[in-house]
């Protein structure tokens, strides 16, 4: 600490405790900020937009459920109201599937204990169910939900990874007449992989 103190690495006023010094402060300053998820992700996510036309954005995990993040709304005339800052039970929306199928399956079952409850028309609501679907996501990469979160709403969604851990999930919802209703679920399901991985290598060359 003596060396850290000669060098201003740390400081210590009085004689009381040690706290970080000028040194260490100006190098922190000096670097500059690193571009944020979203950041990251947003020229692909618009783009995504544009092919799909339906609203696109990001998900994250907070406790049992998602919350969403930006979206990138379509032009289409009909759409879906905006869930930016909103939140949602894992088990109800393709979001949080992807985070489910990234758990062990004892935390899949602790999640499955803390209750089930329906949302919309198709919700999955026993615990057979929803491992099903979790092992289905973890073959595919991606996940599907019709009419879970709530009755008209399709939604499909894929990792964002650093490292080994899912850190986000790039959702994509609109109406079920059109969205899932019709089209190749696989089609988009792989393209919702394809720019998951993209977002992903960004992320930890970024980190690196």
Do not use: K
């Amino acid at each position: 600490m003596a060396a850290m103190l000669a060098n201003g690495a740390v400081q210590r006023m009085a004689g009381g405790p040690y706290s970080i010094g000028d040194e260490i402060r100006s190098l922190a300053s000096d670097r500059p900020s690193l571009p944020s998820l979203e950041d990251l992700a947003r020229p692909h996510l618009v783009e995504l937009e544009q092919h799909l036309g339906e609203d696109v954005g990001l998900a994250t995990l907070r406790g049992r459920q998602v919350v969403y993040g930006r979206t990138f709304a379509t032009e289409a005339t009909v759409t879906i109201q905006p869930w930016e800052g909103e939140a949602a039970p894992l088990h109800a929306v393709a979001a949080g599937y992807v985070f489910l199928a990234a758990m062990s399956d004892e935390d899949v079952a602790a999640y499955c204990a803390g209750g089930l409850p329906a949302f919309g028309p198709n919700t999955l609501t026993s615990v057979e169910e929803v491992m099903m679907r979790v092992d289905q996501v973890r073959q595919d990469g991606y996940c599907w939900t019709h009419e879970e979160w709530a009755e008209g709403i399709d939604g499909a969604a894929a990792p964002v990874m650093r490292g080994e851990a899912v850190v986000a999930a790039i959702n994509v919802y609109g109406p079920s007449y059109r969205f899932g209703g019709s089209g190749s679920l696989r089609e988009v399901g792989e393209r919702l992989n394809e720019v998951g991985s993209i977002v992903s290598s960004n992320l930890g060359r970024d980190s690196s």
